[in-house]
T-cell receptor
Framework: EAQVTQNPRYLITVTGKKLTVTCSQN?????MSWYRQDPGLGLRQIYY???????DKGDVPEGYKVSRKEKRNFPLILESPSPNQTSLYFC??????????????FGSGTQLSVL | QQQVKQSPQSLIVQKGGISIINCAYE??????FPWYQQFPGKGPALLIA?????SEKKEGRFTISFNKSAKQFSLHIMDSQPGDSATYFC???????????FGTGTKLQVIP
């Protein structure tokens, strides 16, 4: 089944403790991206990647890191999480990007709480 | 600073009615405008999208109207059904990049 898999589904951590949220897709997609969803703010793009070793900042990259060492994986790293990073995070992928006839597949989300 | 402004925040429509959600933008570098539908506990899913060289696109009961001069676009859901109850996000892609900016979302409730 074609899918984007995020782990974990729920995560509670403390300020300053490094964490990684994993994202994997099995569709051989070149494009992958991360978003955070907050009430009243909608979805905001954190980082995106057009291909292996190619990453670019979205609208809210501060406090986050990403890497794209393999085509299928695009982990999101919070090196020193803070309470304002408490949010619902989504990973997404598509064949080549955001464009006509391109469907962006989203994962099921990771609810992160930073205490 | 919200580059894509979406309204209303919430909407209640009776079954069979028309649901209308509006979005406005300022950045003229935006060149692709998708709409996403999100059900509780799920990730968003692409619903319909439009480029600014057309004024309207229709797919089934869903229609996007686009006004390039006013920098506004809207989603119309005809014959709204309870199964359409979800949160809807408009979005805009920045030309030359794969950056996408979302609106703040509209929670639609269709009542029987």
């Amino acid at each position: 089944e074609a899918q984007v898999t995020q782990n974990p589904r729920y995560l509670i951590t403390v300020t300053g403790k490094k964490l990684t949220v994993t994202c994997s897709q099995n569709m051989n997609h070149e494009y992958m991206s991360w978003y955070r969803q907050d009430p009243g703010l909608g979805l905001r793009q954190i980082y995106y990647s057009m291909n292996v070793e190619v990453t670019d900042k979205g609208d809210v990259p501060e406090g986050y890191k990403v890497s794209r060492k393999e085509k299928r994986n695009f982990p999101l790293i919070l090196e020193s999480p803070s309470p304002n990073q408490t949010s619902l995070y989504f990973c997404a992928s598509s064949l080549t990007g955001i464009d006509t006839n391109e469907k962006l597949f989203f994962g099921s989300g990771t609810q992160l709480s930073v205490l | 600073q919200q580059q894509v402004k979406q309204s209303p925040q919430s909407l209640i429509v009776q079954k069979g009615g028309i649901s209308i959600i509006n979005c406005a933008y300022e950045n003229t570098a935006f060149d692709y405008f998708p709409w996403y539908q999100q059900f509780p506990g799920k990730g968003p899913a692409l619903l319909i999208a439009i480029r600014p060289d057309v004024s309207e696109k229709k797919e089934g009961r869903f229609t996007i109207s686009f006004n390039k001069s006013a920098k506004q676009f809207s989603l119309h859901i005809m014959d709204s059904q309870p199964g359409d109850s979800a949160t809807y996000f408009c979005a805009a892609r920045n030309r030359g990049y794969q950056k996408v900016t979302f609106g703040t979302g509209t929670k639609l409730q269709v009542i029987p």
